[in-house]
């Protein structure tokens, strides 16, 4: 089975852009979920999507949104984009495993906001 | 809220050299703990998930443990590939997939 998939890879940007980042899960997974990576706050959660709905938000301010599609596929953005918005942005997709959601993970999109 | 806790931050070894790296937690009603792998620009590698206290789990030079409170990464005679940051992560019950990470462990073994 293919891995997670993100794209785009890098991305520069400006302050008070916005970006439009992309994942596609693995093949049969529903579950969607999108993590920010910074080397002083470690991976911290941004909300997760299940069958085209959002289930679950962690702690970030609204300029950070997602959606999902029917075929599973997700993207999140960002408006108004901040200097510490520069991160490594984590996409991970999960199957149910009978009482657990494992979770594998995408190679990310390493975003730098200038 | 949940909380993860790994020591220490970082840890140098020689080839060879087996050590254990910890990863304590408090989570109102655990479902599951997760060791992940995760080399420099790259997504984290699963490595292991574990239900209950008292489970274990192998995968090569690795073994992870788990009690009530706390894991436990034991890597025996390390290789220099073996280098990179470990990640502990809990989910709860109730918190459909969402997972609360550590800081890592960024383990070096020297050849």
């Known amino acids: 089975k293919a891995g997670v998939t993100q794209t785009p890879r890098y991305l520069i940007k400006t302050r008070g852009q916005q970006v439009t980042l992309s994942c596609s899960p693995i093949?049969?997974?529903?579950?969607v979920s999108w993590y920010q990576q910074t080397p002083g706050q470690g991976l911290q959660f941004l909300f997760e999507?299940?069958?085209?709905?959002?289930?679950n938000k962690g702690n970030f301010p609204g300029r950070f949104s997602g959606r999902q599609f029917s075929n599973s596929r997700s993207e999140m953005n960002v408006s108004t984009l901040e200097l510490g918005d520069s991160a490594l942005y984590l996409c991970?997709?999960?199957?149910?495993?009978?009482?657990?959601?494992?979770?594998?993970f995408g190679p990310g999109t390493r975003l730098t906001v200038t | 809220e949940d909380q993860v806790t790994q020591s220490p931050e970082a840890l140098r070894l020689q080839e060879g050299e087996s050590s254990s790296l910890n990863c304590s937690y408090t989570?109102?009603?655990?479902?599951?703990l997760f060791w992940y792998r995760q080399d420099p620009g790259k997504g984290p590698e699963f490595l292991f998930t574990?239900?209950?206290a008292g489970e274990e789990k192998e995968k090569e030079r690795l073994k992870a443990t788990l009690t009530k409170k706390e894991s436990f990464l034991h890597i025996t005679a390390p290789k220099p590939e073996d280098s990179a940051t470990y990640l502990c992560a809990v989910q709860a019950a109730g918190a459909n997939s969402k997972l609360t990470f550590g800081k890592g462990i960024t383990l070096s073994v020297r050849p």
């Open positions: 991970a997709s999960s199957s149910y495993m009978g009482q657990i959601y494992e979770q594998y």
């Open positions: 093949s049969g997974h529903r579950s």
């Open positions: 574990l239900y209950s």
């Open positions: 989570v109102s009603g655990l479902r599951g």
């Open positions: 999507y299940f069958s085209e709905t959002q289930r």
